[in-house]
């Protein structure tokens, strides 16, 4: 197929590359020109719109709602054309209702909208091995699964547009609040005369080890140890970012969330103190070392 993918960051990148690589013909945009031209094997369309336009389905992958905005509705955005026929998957880590309305305006142009934000690192993403989290009426979730099943291990159709973006925040939330917690248990483990990089490998045989240890245990042992954490795939500001999210659906649903709420304090002093651009896993490092250095 003819895929366009807007929003060329990590995830973005590694999308492309996967979709070139099981033989569509990828074409991409990006607002900062130079991240586009990086995709090997990709065309690099001029706007959203020329995206769209050599594109027979477009991903995007934004960083917020204003994003979506501009990237959909804007003057030479996606939509700003002749859309109809075209199907647009929706990959952003956003608001239930921001997808909502942004199905209501894609279809009105005559063309299908699927939401899935997707799980998973970088790597996992060039294998193909993400997981989805589909929002779709269902001849629409069927049309996308074709393309999404080439990047993702599994794809879950969790109901209608909006299903997918509480999907997101349902599994998202033990993992934001598990870096917080491994911070406050490698505290206590810091009396241990264990080196950091065997204590971490241990962990990552318990039960009460998340999955995203098995890959970012050595980049925790290396920070605990004064060394670098390795690749950034996903930082602290994008964990506020997304635990902000979540406080605001939870609200609106009349959930009470007090753990995720004393979660984002903590993470918001991380920041302070080290960077919102950090690994996320910084979190746990910091907490297992505040007040020592």
């Known amino acids: 197929m003819r895929i366009g993918v807007a929003g060329i960051g990590k995830m ?16 991409v945009w990006n607002r900062t020109p130079e991240k586009a031209k990086a995709v090997a094997g990709a065309t690099v369309a001029a706007t959203p719109a020329e995206l769209v336009q050599r594109s027979e389905a477009i991903i995007t992958l934004l960083i917020d ?10 003057r030479s955005g996606l939509i700003s054309g002749n859309v109809s026929g075209k199907l647009f998957i929706e990959m952003s880590t956003v608001m239930p209702a921001t997808q909502i ?14 939401e899935c934000p997707v799980g998973g690192s970088i790597g996992l993403a060039r294998q193909g091995k993400l997981l989805g989290l589909m929002g779709a009426e269902a ?10 099943e080439q990047l993702c291990r599994r794809v879950e159709h969790a109901g209608p547009v909006g299903s997918g973006a509480i999907l997101k925040f349902t599994i998202n ?18 009396s ?8 971490l490998d241990f962990m990552t045989e318990t039960s009460g080890a998340a999955n995203g240890l098995k890959t970012r245990g050595p980049g925790i042992a290396s920070m605990l140890k004064g060394g670098d954490a390795g690749p950034v795939t996903f930082n602290v500001d994008g964990g506020i ?16 969330l007090p753990l995720v709420e004393r ?21 746990s490092v910091y907490w297992a070392t505040r007040g020592k250095r």
């Open 241 to 256: 970012k997304d635990i902000q999210s979540m406080l605001a659906e939870a609200k609106a649903r009349g959930i009470s």
């Open 139 to 148: 001849a629409d979730a069927a049309r996308a699964r074709k393309i999404l």
């Open 101 to 114: 309305a942004l199905a209501e305006t894609v279809r009105a142009k005559a063309a299908t909208f699927v």
């Open 12 to 27: 973005g990148a590694a999308i492309a590359a996967r979709l070139i690589e099981v033989g569509h013909e990828v074409a």
């Open 65 to 74: 709602t204003a994003a979506l905005d501009a990237v959909y509705r804007g």
């Open 192 to 199: 241990l005369p264990i080196d950091p990089v065997r204590l």
């Open 173 to 190: 939330l033990p993992l934001m609040v598990y870096w917080q917690a491994l911070g406050e248990a490698l505290a206590f483990g810091s």
């Open 263 to 283: 979660t984002l304090v903590c993470y918001e002093e991380t920041k302070r103190h080290r960077s919102g651009a950090a690994e996320i896993s910084t979190v």
